[in-house]
């Protein structure tokens, strides 16, 4: 009797797979390395990854692992935050997260990240008033965080990157209704 084998299922590069791949490319870009010196450094640090496999990541062809981000991190000289979150486009520019439903704000998907929230959808008091909010703003020619940042400067308020997006626009909103 002939034994079936099966291959063994692995789970693709998903939605947080692939920002982390599009983090990594951009960083080892912005710093000037070629794949070799790159693996080179991640050898150094006991992290070996051939310049192969180093394309296969940013082609998201591989997966990287707890360890190869902390390393790639180290090697960047940055978080491992920022490896695994979204880095491009505005705050409020939605982004998809392996493990939930919907693309959501940048911004949104940072402070649960920094432990400023959850991330479940019984949260949908503020995603519905920032998603509301962001269909607006995204109707119009400004970029949205243009707009939110500019409309809250002429009410006195103050430009702080460090501020969630939903604080903002909340702010944005109430100077909206008041009456001029």
Known sequence: MAEHTTKRQVNKVAATGRIVADNIKRLRLRSGMQYKELSQRLTGLGR???PLGLRKIEECERKVDVDDLTAFAAVFGVSPLQLLMPTNGYA???TEITGYPTPLPNSYI???ALGERPLNEKDNSIM???LQRIDALESR???PDVQAWSKLATTGG???AS???TEVLQE???SEQEPK
């Open 48 to 50: 070996p990854i051939a």
């Open 92 to 94: 409020i520019d939605r």
């Open 110 to 112: 940072w402070s649960w």
């Open 128 to 130: 519905a008033l920032l």
């Open 141 to 143: 020619d400004i970029p």
């Open 158 to 160: 103050q430009y702080d």
């Open 163 to 165: 501020r969630p997006a």
């Open 172 to 174: 944005v909103e109430q």
